[in-house]
């Protein structure tokens, strides 16, 4: 099997795994996918900065921006100025979001016990390696901390001065 064949069975797996959440939670509670994996995310540590929720996720800044302003907009989240660093905003569930936090959960969880229910524990185990070597490859930086899987995959024929 060649890596291009890799690559979309990586692309078929991310997709079917979100079949639950479109069928089950998107439009009985009006949240997309991004303000779902935020929520989820909020409410599992508790508070987050935004930009702890884009390297927690790999969503880029933009996209996580327009989910905080969601989730705040339907009264899901408080964001607040941590008093040690006012520049950072804090975010945090309201009574609603952890409402909302808690009836998704058992969904989440139901996801990960089904995926993974035909692994071994040590399967598991190297799946989460193999998963972490793939996300600290595509994380990687250079000494200007460009993205060298943005450098490395750049199209032989694109040229940053057209745009």
Do not use: C, W
């Not at 975010?91 to 808690?102: A, F, N, P, Q, V």
């Amino acid at each position: 099997m060649g890596v291009a064949e890799t690559l979309h069975r990586i692309l078929k797996l991310s997709n079917r795994l979100m079949a639950p959440f479109s069928t089950y939670l998107e439009h009985r509670y009006k949240i997309s996918v991004n303000e779902f994996r935020l929520l989820m995310l909020i409410g599992r540590y508790g508070t987050a900065a935004s930009h702890e929720l884009v390297e927690m996720t790999g969503v880029n800044a933009m996209s996580v921006s327009r989910a905080v302003s969601a989730l705040q907009k339907h009264g899901r989240i408080h964001v607040n100025r941590d008093p040690a660093n006012r520049r950072r905003k804090t975010l945090s569930l309201t009574e609603e979001g952890e409402r909302l936090y808690k009836v998704m959960r058992p969904q989440t969880d139901l996801v990960a016990t089904y995926l993974l229910s035909e692994l071994k524990p040590d399967e598991v185990d190297m799946l989460n390696r193999v998963l972490d070597t793939l996300i600290d490859t595509l994380e990687a930086t250079d000494e200007e901390g460009r993205s060298l899987f943005l450098e490395r995959t750049r199209p032989a024929d694109d040229d940053e001065d057209a745009a």
